[in-house]
């Protein structure tokens, strides 16, 4: 089934369903750039950084400038948080349903090396940006109306929630259409595979600690299997291998940059892909908190994010909730 049927199926929400639709085109034009690899410059670095300090590609800006044009063009968004900016872009139409926060290219660092990359939407109600500004932004990850991540792979996959469980679309190469593929992805409670970058453990807190050590123990800890562990440096990859193959995901807080509660962005990154994995029977937590209601204080505020098979998670909370005793 095509996108724009399954849209028709499922929402009555006609402004939302033009919504979906251009951030498909807009996730369309980015993997054909992205297919080009160097020969469309997307490997090379630019001189400038982001807010949050990082170098930037110049595949970021493009990604950034392609989906800013698609959400314009679709008239039913007011404004738009992107990582790649200070502030959010605000259309001339104000008083549009929908907000966007968007991370147009995530793991970008994996450009270099050919590795998969995605972009990430979060889609939320337009609660008055004209009255409040950068302020509307600021709404806890339940109040969503639907979430998405395009990923760049060898196969191009749109990845979609509108609150009634998580779909998986692959782009059909000739036609340039997305198509449905996957219905109602169903994440499994338990597993045997992680998620995390190790070289970060001196940092980690003592539940994370706790955690990792009863994994790597395997068969003959206090876990009594053996785990397995993979970690691509790309958010929308390591969650599409989650929502595919279960598993946990765990970018934890640590004491790395002390002023940092952890690396990944609550508004682009955290609360769309909480919104997909919860919708796939999966749970979310900062450690002790369900993501999605967090109430966030700033635009570009950073989260810790442990997210994936529900009882995984649900340990993970108690190891958190037994060490703050
Ligand atoms: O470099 P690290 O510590 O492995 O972090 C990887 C994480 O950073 C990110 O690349 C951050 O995203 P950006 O590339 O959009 O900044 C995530 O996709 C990924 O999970
Ligand atoms: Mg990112
Ligand atoms: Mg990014």
């Not at 070289?199 to 003959?220: F, K, T, V």
């Amino acid at each position: 089934m095509q996108l724009d049927v399954f849209l028709k199926q499922v929402s009555i929400n006609q402004a939302l369903n033009s919504l979906i639709s251009h951030i498909a085109e807009a996730g369309i034009e980015i993997a054909s750039l992205v297919k080009q690899g160097a020969l469309a410059g997307v490997t090379e670095k630019m001189t400038t950084t982001n807010v949050q300090g990082e170098t930037q590609m110049q595949l970021d800006i493009l990604s950034h400038d392609l989906a800013l044009a698609q959400l314009r063009a679709s008239t039913v968004v007011a404004g738009v948080l992107s990582e790649e900016v200070d502030a959010p872009v605000l259309f001339e139409t104000l008083d549009a349903p929908f907000l966007v926060s968007m991370d147009p290219l995530d793991g970008s660092s994996n450009l270099a090396i050919n590795g998969v990359v995605g972009s990430i939407f979060s889609i939320l109600p337009n609660t008055g940006v004209s009255r409040l500004g950068e302020q509307a932004f600021l709404q806890p990850g339940q109040a969503q109306r639907a979430a998405a991540y395009v990923m760049y792979g060898p196969a191009t996959l749109l990845v979609l929630t509108m609150g009634q469980g998580t779909h998986v679309f692959t782009l059909d190469a000739q036609q340039q259409i997305f198509t449905l593929t996957q219905q109602t992805v169903q994440i499994a409670d338990q597993t045997t595979e992680f998620a995390i970058n190790t070289s970060n453990q001196r940092y980690w807190q003592p539940a994370m600690q706790r955690y990792i050590a009863e994994c790597l123990h395997g068969a003959d800890g206090p876990r009594g299997h053996d785990f397995n562990m993979r970690w691509c440096a790309s958010m929308v990859m390591d969650v599409h291998r989650i929502l595919t193959r279960g598993g946990v995901f765990l970018y934890p807080r640590d004491t790395k940059q002390p002023v940092k509660a952890g690396r990944l962005r609550l508004l682009y990154e955290a609360n769309p892909m909480s919104l997909l994995v919860t919708q796939a029977g999966g749970a979310s937590i900062d450690g002790l908190d369900d993501i999605l209601s967090i109430q966030p204080t700033s635009c570009h505020q950073r989260v810790p994010v442990l997210l994936g098979a529900k009882q995984e998670i649900q340990r993970l909370r108690d190891y958190h909730q037994q060490a703050s005793h």
